[in-house]
């Protein structure tokens, strides 16, 4: 039998990367539970003390981590920042190939502009912390938040959405990049996807549907592409 003095000691690095890895998981769990707390009783409502409680931590656990509770907050922002750009950072990037072929066609431009309307459909209303994430920035834009999410937006990838986006449709519809009326006509083809989300329960009763599935996302895309296709066919410029 081996005495247990024997057993090689894990080496301080292999303990320190066990102890940060257990660190991440915790920052994570109190970030993903601060989410839905904001999300349900705003700002105000939700204490430290009861998202410390609800993550299954002390509260000195949760002022290591986010010093305060303005800290916790901001790191739920970064967070729902961030997720925002790893999940639109690619279809962007394709979308951009497409703008820079002078070869493409009116229909692979429309499609680019299709796969942007999906990707928004799909983030919007598919991940399990959609909803969170939907009433996390209500509260923002009543002002019932300290107001940091949308500059972190800013700096992130909405630039760069509403710049393609708009581009996109400029190119499909002959119009000039500067038109005064190409913004308000991209917010209002991306305003037809955004509204299932910002009014889910009422418009989910009216449609006879019990949740926005796989398949409920698909009829929505289909619906908004083909919705799209008559707008911007009647923007063209002859």
Same mark, same amino acid.
């Given at each position: 039998?081996?005495?247990?003095?024997?057993?090689? *000691?894990?080496?301080? $690095?292999?303990? *320190?990367?066990?102890?940060?890895?257990?660190?991440?998981?915790?920052?994570? $769990?109190?970030?993903?539970?601060?989410? $839905?707390?904001?999300?349900?009783?705003?700002?105000?409502?939700?204490?430290?003390?009861e998202i410390a409680k609800a993550a299954g931590v002390n509260a000195p656990a949760l002022q +290591?981590?986010?010093?305060?509770?303005?800290?916790?907050? $901001?790191? @739920?922002?970064?967070?729902?920042?961030?997720?925002?750009?790893? +999940?639109?950072?690619?279809?962007?990037?394709?979308?951009?190939?497409?703008?820079? #072929?002078?070869?493409?066609?009116?229909?692979?431009? %429309?499609?680019? %502009?299709?796969?942007?309307?999906? *990707?928004?459909?799909?983030?919007?209303?598919?991940?399990? #912390?959609?909803?969170?994430?939907?009433? &996390?920035?209500?509260?923002?834009?009543?002002?019932?938040?300290?107001?940091?999410? &949308?500059?972190?937006?800013?700096?992130?990838?909405?630039?760069?959405?509403?710049?393609?986006?708009?581009?996109?449709?400029?190119?499909? @519809?002959?119009?000039?990049? /500067?038109?005064?009326?190409?913004?308000?006509?991209?917010?209002?083809? @991306?305003?037809?996807?955004?509204? &299932?989300?910002?009014?889910?329960? /009422?418009?989910?009763?009216?449609?006879?549907? #019990?949740?926005?599935?796989?398949?409920?996302?698909?009829?929505?895309?289909? *619906?908004?592409?083909?919705?799209?296709?008559?707008?911007?066919?009647?923007?063209?410029?002859s």
């Open positions: 039998m081996t005495d247990a003095s024997d057993r090689p *000691a894990r080496s301080p $690095r292999h303990r *320190a990367e066990a102890s940060y890895a257990r660190g991440e998981e915790t920052r994570r $769990r109190i970030i993903e539970v601060a989410m $839905r707390l904001f999300a349900e009783r705003g700002f105000e409502g939700a204490s430290t003390r +290591y981590y986010f010093d305060n509770k303005e800290g916790v907050y $901001r790191a @739920c922002a970064e967070y729902i920042a961030e997720s925002s750009r790893a +999940y639109f950072a690619p279809v962007v990037a394709r979308t951009e190939a497409v703008l820079e #072929d002078p070869a493409a066609t009116p229909e692979q431009v %429309f499609g680019a %502009f299709g796969d942007m309307l999906d *990707a928004l459909t799909d983030f919007q209303l598919l991940p399990d #912390d959609a909803e969170y994430r939907r009433l &996390f920035i209500a509260h923002e834009q009543v002002g019932h938040a300290p107001g940091v999410l &949308f500059a972190l937006f800013d700096s992130t990838v909405r630039p760069r959405m509403g710049e393609v986006s708009a581009r996109l449709v400029a190119r499909y @519809c002959g119009l000039r990049p /500067t038109d005064p009326m190409l913004p308000m006509r991209v917010m209002m083809l @991306c305003g037809q996807v955004m509204v &299932f989300s910002l009014g889910k329960r /009422t418009l989910l009763s009216k449609l006879g549907w #019990d949740q926005f599935g796989p398949d409920e996302v698909a009829k929505i895309k289909r *619906a908004a592409r083909d919705h799209a296709r008559v707008l911007m066919d009647s923007w063209k410029q």
